[in-house]
Structures are given as C-alpha cells and as structure tokens.
C-alpha cells in the first residue's frame, strides 16, 4: 500500500491546525461576549475589577475594599450563569448538586479566606470570626426580607396580587426554623452553664447533623420527591443551552478564581477598613457583604417576580436561606475546626433574634400562598430597622 505524498500530508496537517486555531479563536469570542456589558447590563460592574487591583497595588486598602465588594457582584452572576448551563446538561440530581454547591460559593469563599486569615495572623481572630458569623446570618436576612421584599414589591407593583405553590415553601420554612434552632441552643447552652470548649464540641456535632439534614432534604426534593417540586416554575427542563459545555467548565472556573482573588483582597483590606472609617464589624458582615455577595441573585428574583413568577422568586430566596443555614454555615464550623480557628454556631443575641424573626415574618407573610406590594414593604421595613441596629451596634 502506497504512502500518501509528503506534500498531502503537511498539506493535511496545515488545515488540522488551522482548524484548531478557528475553534480556539471562536471560543475565545464566545467567552468575551459573555463578558461584553451590551449584553448584560451588570458586567458594567467588571471595570471595578482593575480598579480594585490598581487600588491593592497602591495599598488604599479602604477603597480596595469597597471595588472589591463591587466587583463580586458581577463575577457571581457569571458564576450562576455557568452554573445554569451545566445544569442544563447533566439532569436535574447533578444540576441541583452543582447549584447548591456553586449557588452560595462568593459566600463560601469570603468566609473561608476570613477563617484562613485568621488562622495565619491570631491578631486578627477575633474580627474574622466576629465578620464571618455575621455575614451568614446577613445572607439569611438579606435573602428573606430584602430579596423576597424587593420580589413581593415589584411583583405587586405590576400584578394585584400574585400566587405560588406552597408546597416547597412549607418545606423550605420547616428546614430553616430547624436551622434558627441550631443556632439558638448553643446561645442557651452556654448561658445555661456550657462552658467554651463544651460550646464547640455542640457546635461541631449540630453541624455535621445540620449537613446530614441537608443531603436528606436534596435527596427528598431531587430523588424521591421529585415530582412534587417540578412546578415550581424553574423550567429548567424546558430551556436550550446558550455555550458548551466545555465554555459553560471555563466561565465558571475562571471566575470563581477571580471571585477568590477579589475575596482575597477584600479580607486582607477588611481590618484596616473597620479601624479607619470606624464601621462596625457587624454592619459590613451582615449587610455590607452579603449585598454585594447576593447582588446577581437579588437581580434575577426581582425580575422573575414581575413577571409573575413568584414561585421562581421564592425558590431564589429561601432556597438560599437554606443552603446558607445548612450547608454554608456548618461547612465554616468545619473548616475553621480544621484550620484552628475555633467558630462556634453561638450567634450574639442580636443576630440570633434577628435570625428567629426574618423567618418567622417570612413564613407569616407566605402562609396564605398570595403576596402583594404592602406584604413586600413590610419585609423591607424590618430589614431596614435591623441594618440600623447593626449600624449603631
């Protein structure tokens, strides 16, 4: 058998590279349009991304800190966004797997470098932990009474009077009083006579069963309950992919890495802020942090609710409520244990109370299974009363 001409050969392997280099080059513009503000208005938002290195290399870290918290904000919608197509394409058990690790992940990852901040600088301990517990009851807050109220209050604005399905609801309500119990009974605990250590041996048990909780309440909502939750109105079943596969692994790569570099910065710029702009610890952890961390979430909850959508909307809200309480929260306890940095699920009595009534004027508000305009004021009035308290704290 005769060998194909050395001509044809180099010939072949010329176009083979070509062809390489077209896919790669499209790719690459498929990626930058993704990031192209024409697009989405958000990643206007991507310029405070140079801007906050320009201010870390000049070490303002006051102003580091504030673009830096900007620059979250886009970069988890890109994050959400990856996150949605791979769920497109992998089924719903992997889907609802990669969403409730990735949904929270810009809260994960803040929380995580303030722990391992701590644990290289013990003269920093005391603010990490105190920023930390603050910022996981600040997303519960932010997600019940400020998503959900802007949501009720957009949504009424454009309908009447909305309804949902109060089913996953009821679940989703049932799941985060046991987390508000979580957090109560080491409080009591202690003042009943538990002494620290005791404290962070409770702490450390009622979070490897708050995770045990949350794997049986995934299992129930993708496997065996199943059924019962496919009209809540995700759709997602029903929507095309908009990038491969492979683009959808390298958006969401790309910024979770840069979501870590701006978390980096923002914690390493986070003592030097509070001492000069004298802002209270609990402030920036409860609502400074999470805003910017939620601000992609809180965006797409407002939006589904005028389009009546509102079971949409309430999934968004409380079903990161949930992830927060018993998946986020209990992954922190675990990792600070690891690193030495002791975080126990003891709350100051502030947080704690304002954590036991965000849930409980929430699961008020949605018993009837209607929302309206006034019922989104209300939430927002209680948010805005408990930011003035961690204000003045």
């Known amino acids: 058998m005769s060998e194909a001409p050395p001509s044809i050969t180099l010939e072949a392997g010329k176009e083979s590279i070509e062809e390489l280099a077209e896919a790669a080059e499209a790719q690459f513009k498929r ?7 024409k697009n989405n208005k958000l990643n206007f938002l991507l310029l405070a991304l140079p801007i906050t290195l320009y201010f ?33 394409r992998t089924g719903e058990a992997v889907g609802g797997l990669l969403n409730a690790t990735f949904g929270n992940a810009v809260e994960m ?4 470098m303030a722990l391992y901040a701590a ?39 454009k309908h009447s009077e909305q309804s949902f399905s109060n089913q996953s609801g009821q679940m989703n309500g049932a799941l985060l009083v046991l987390a508000v119990v979580a957090l109560i009974v080491p409080s009591a605990f202690h003042y009943n006579g538990g002494t620290s250590d005791a404290v962070m041996k409770l702490s450390y048990a009622t979070a490897l069963v708050l995770l045990f909780i949350y794997g049986c309440s995934l299992l129930f909502q993708l496997k065996t309950h199943v059924n019962e939750f496919s009209s809540g109105g995700h759709g997602g079943g029903h929507e095309d992919p908009e990038m491969s596969i492979k683009d959808a692994w ?55 609710a005028g389009k009546d959508k509102m079971d949409l909307s309430i999934a968004i809200a409380i079903g990161s409520s949930v992830q927060i309480a018993l998946f986020v929260a209990p992954i922190m306890v675990l990792w600070g244990w690891v690193l030495g940095v002791p975080l126990p699920l003891e709350f100051g009595l502030l947080e704690t109370v304002a954590a036991f009534g965000s849930v409980l004027i929430t699961i008020s508000i949605l018993a009837d299974g209607k929302t309206n305009w006034l019922e989104g004021v209300m939430s927002l009035a209680c948010f805005a009363i408990l930011g003035m308290a961690f204000f003045f704290a």
């Open 31 to 37: 990626l930058v349009d993704i990031f192209n503000p």
């Open 56 to 88: 870390n290399f000049q070490h303002s870290l006051q102003m580091a800190f504030v673009f830096s918290m900007i620059a979250i904000a886009p970069l988890a919608f890109l994050m959400g966004k990856a996150t949605e197509e791979i769920a497109l």
């Open 109 to 112: 990852i803040i929380a995580g």
């Open 119 to 157: 644990s290289q600088n013990p003269d920093v301990v005391e603010t990490m932990v105190t920023v930390t517990q603050a910022s996981l009851i600040g997303s519960i807050l932010g997600n019940l009474l400020l998503v959900l109220g802007l949501a009720m209050l957009y949504g009424g604005i």
């Open 250 to 304: 390298i958006l969401l790569i790309l910024a979770t890495v840069l979501v870590g570099w701006m978390a980096h910065i923002l914690v390493h710029s986070l003592e030097t802020t509070v001492e000069k702009w004298h802002l209270p610890e609990l402030f920036i952890g409860v609502i400074l942090v999470p805003f910017f961390g939620n601000a992609a979430e809180h965006f797409t909850a407002v939006l589904v």
